[in-house]
């Protein structure tokens, strides 16, 4: 049983809106950096591809609001399989559409639903890749961070933390 903290506030799509003008401007600034790293196992186009994915999400957000907190997710997700080159487009567009989707139509979602709808992300993520934890793919990333959230909620510190 969760031990949610009764006055958890729910996140609505204002906030999944800022979520995402804070991603996009996150990776927009360190694209250089993310493409850096890429180059030494890859081919140097990562951050790149992201930073136009993220910021193409981000103006269409802008352009046309989506309604609910999922919604913003499944628009991501779409912009970054259309807009993102190689696997990263297909797998991060995954993880996100399938976050979205999974939180429904809602006004607003609580950290646990999003929590359960990154779950369903990161399961399809695994599912599209074929990867298994230890396999040095992004699942190494994911399920640690959703592993520190589920553990967040369950002591009933507040989402944000």
Known sequence: MS??????????????RRWLDSAATAIDRESAHL????????DGDHGTNMRRGFLAARTEVEQQPPD???????????LLIS??????????????RRAGKELGDGA??????????LRAGVDA?????????GDKTMLDALLPALDALSGALEAGEPAAA
């Not at 031990?3 to 999944?16: H, K, N, V």
């Not at 493409?35 to 890859?42: F, K, P, V």
Request: hydrophobic content about 45%; charged content about 15%; aromatic content about 4%.
């Open 35 to 42: 493409s850096e790293l890429d180059s030494a196992i890859g």
């Open 68 to 78: 609910t907190p999922g919604g913003v997710l499944v628009a991501l997700g779409r």
């Open 125 to 133: 993520v695994a599912k599209l890749g074929g990867a298994v934890p």
């Open 3 to 16: 031990a949610l903290p009764a006055d958890e506030p729910a996140i609505d799509t204002a906030f999944m």
């Open 83 to 96: 807009k993102v080159g190689g696997a990263s487009g297909p797998l991060y567009g995954t993880l996100f």
């Open 108 to 117: 607003t979602v609580s950290a646990a639903q999003l929590r359960d709808g």
